[in-house]
C-alpha cells in the first residue's frame, strides 16, 4: 500500500461547526504533515508529528487541532473555523530521514 | 533567509516544444530536493529527490537536475497531458520542506 487516504475529499461547514479531517497511510511512515493550500499558491506546513509526537507547530491558530492516535492516523479537528479558513487541506507522510513526501488527495474545505 | 524560488510562474508551450523549469535556492544543510507534479485540486504527486550537485534524474520526458544552487525540470517534447503545477521542494535539516510557488504550466496541441 503506497497511499496516504484523506477523507472526506469535500467538506462544507459553517462557522459555528465541529468537523474532523481524517488521513491514514500504511507504509510505515514515521512522520505525518498537515498542510494548507490556497488556490494557485505552495502548500503551506501546519503541523508536523514525528512518531506520533506533535514535532512542529506553525503558528497555527488553536481552532485547528491536530491529533495522531497512532503511527498509522492523523486527524485534523475543526472547530468556529472562519471562511478565510476555505482552502485545500493536504496529510502527507514520509520516513524520517531524506525522503520526499508522499501526499493524499486532499480536503476541499469550504466554510460558510 | 532560506528562500526557494521557481520561474517563470507560467509558461504556455506547443505540443513538442521543449522547454526547461527553474528553482533557486538559498539554504543552510540542503538534505534533498524534490520535484513534484500537481493537477487542480489533487495533492502533489511526487517525481524525483535529488540530493547532490551534479545528480540527474529522468522518467519519460522529463529530466531533472541539480547544481549548488539552482535545479532545473526539462521537458522534452511535452504532450498536453503534461500540463500541470510543477512544485520545488527543499528540505532542510530539521523534518520539513520549504516549497516554492510553482510553475504551472500548460501544453498547447
Known amino acids: 500500500d503506497t497511499e496516504v487516504t484523506q477523507t472526506p475529499k469535500h467538506l462544507v461547514m459553517g462557522m459555528t461547526n465541529k468537523k474532523s479531517l481524517k488521513c491514514e497511510q500504511h507504509m510505515g511512515h514515521r512522520a505525518m504533515y498537515w498542510y494548507k493550500q490556497k488556490a494557485k499558491k505552495p502548500p503551506e506546513l501546519m503541523f508536523v508529528y514525528s512518531y506520533e509526537k506533535l514535532s512542529i507547530n506553525e503558528s497555527v491558530p488553536s481552532r485547528f487541532s491536530p491529533e495522531c492516535p497512532n503511527s498509522s492516523l492523523l486527524n485534523l479537528h475543526l472547530h468556529a473555523l472562519q471562511p478565510e479558513d476555505s482552502a485545500l487541506y493536504l496529510c502527507?507522510?514520509?520516513?524520517?530521514?531524506?525522503?520526499?513526501?508522499?501526499f493524499g488527495s486532499g480536503t476541499r474545505l469550504t466554510v460558510v | 533567509e532560506d528562500q526557494v524560488t521557481q520561474s517563470p510562474e507560467a509558461l504556455r508551450l506547443q505540443e513538442g516544444e521543449s522547454s526547461s523549469l527553474n528553482c533557486s535556492y538559498t539554504?543552510?544543510?540542503?538534505?534533498?530536493l524534490f520535484w513534484y507534479r500537481q493537477d487542480p485540486g489533487k495533492g502533489p504527486e511526487f517525481l524525483f529527490t535529488?540530493?547532490?550537485a551534479g545528480e540527474e534524474k529522468e522518467k519519460e520526458r522529463l529530466k531533472a537536475t541539480l547544481t549548488k544552487k539552482e535545479s532545473f525540470l526539462h521537458i522534452t517534447a511535452p504532450k498536453p497531458e503534461d500540463s500541470a503545477t510543477y512544485l520545488c521542494a527543499v528540505r532542510i535539516t530539521g523534518n520539513q520542506f520549504y516549497f516554492g510557488t510553482g510553475t504551472s504550466l500548460t501544453v498547447i496541441p
Open positions: 535529488l540530493y547532490s
Open positions: 539554504v543552510s544543510g540542503l538534505r534533498g
Open positions: 502527507a507522510s514520509s520516513p524520517l530521514e531524506n525522503y520526499g513526501y508522499t
